[in-house]
């Protein structure tokens, strides 16, 4: 089991929650994680990194899988123009690949926001930290999990 894997399955049990992670053959895009657990495009919980250009930190917007994230929306809640995360800020900061970012586990604290959508579901997936893992969960956990403020920031 690959570090990062163990690192989800452990912020997850440490928070109480029940560990139902699932290797799938394809993951690399959200279509392709829904068609392989078998649900709607919707409940795959996108973790979309981006770099905040005046703290140099990254940011999380955690976003429905058919779900686009507006740059400019997304700026006015970070309080700070956002760039393109490259894949060394990603893997320093939170500790995952980009393909299998998870939103919980990361290795530093990282502000986050939540797209509504995904709130309307009884369950979502997300990644658990790997391209081929995704783990279930009740959306309405993930706010008090990651930290991640309810907001709009879709186009």
């Not at 939103?103 to 790997?130: K, M």
Request: hydrophobic share 45%.
């Amino acid at each position: 089991m690959s570090k990062s894997l163990k690192r989800v399955r452990a912020a997850l049990e440490d928070a109480g929650q029940t560990v139902d992670i699932r290797e799938v053959d394809k993951a690399r895009t959200a279509q392709e994680a829904a068609d392989s657990v078998g649900c709607n495009l919707d409940q795959i919980a996108k973790s979309i990194i981006f770099l905040a250009q005046d703290s140099g930190d990254a940011v999380l917007f955690l976003t429905a899988g058919g779900n686009k994230v507006c740059a400019e929306k997304a700026s006015a809640l970070a309080g700070e123009p956002l760039g393109k995360a490259d894949a060394a800020l990603i893997r320093a900061q939170t500790g995952f690949a980009i393909g299998g970012v998870s939103p919980v586990g990361h290795l530093s604290p990282i502000r986050a926001w939540i797209d509504p959508r995904l709130l309307e579901f009884p369950q979502v997936y997300a990644a658990a930290g790997t391209p081929r893992h995704l783990f279930a969960i009740d959306p309405a956990r993930l706010p008090s999990l990651t930290g991640a403020v309810a907001a709009e920031f879709t186009l």
